[in-house]
């Protein structure tokens, strides 16, 4: 509904969810792109660090470190964050680690014997006070 001042909108039991529909006809479909070149050949197989560095190189990962200790004093100047690129590199891994094993709560991670070579090695309080 629409008045001159205002917009009136509807409630959450009044809004519907998309109805979707499939359209037939020429008019709807896409060309595919084609492929047009060739997989490189691949020397050897790389260990995952090795794979991840090529996207995180240490150009970024100290672009990444130098940034996020100057939002950190932006912030807070009294409470400056110190990141170092190593402290970076354990706690993307624990991230990917934690995106593999789920558990409900971030500091259980700290409580598994089992899985102790992983977040172990990221203090529980650091990884608290990056932790998006």
Do not use: C
Request: hydrophobic share 40%.
């Amino acid at each position: 509904m629409h008045d001159d001042n205002f917009i009136t909108v509807p409630s959450q039991s009044q809004q519907r969810k998309p109805i979707w529909r499939v359209i037939h006809g020429s008019s709807t479909s896409r060309s595919r792109p084609q492929w047009l070149g060739i997989m490189p050949q691949v020397d050897s197989i790389q260990t995952p660090t090795q794979y991840f560095r090529h996207f995180f190189d240490s150009y970024i990962m100290n672009h990444i470190v130098m940034q996020s200790n100057l939002y950190a004093v932006q912030i807070d100047p009294e409470k400056p964050l110190q990141l170092t690129v190593v402290e970076l590199e354990r706690f993307l891994g624990v991230v990917f680690f934690m995106s593999i094993i789920s558990l409900p709560n971030s500091r259980l991670y700290w409580s598994l014997d089992q899985y102790r070579h992983g977040p172990s090695k990221v203090k529980t309080t650091f990884f608290a006070e990056v932790q998006i």
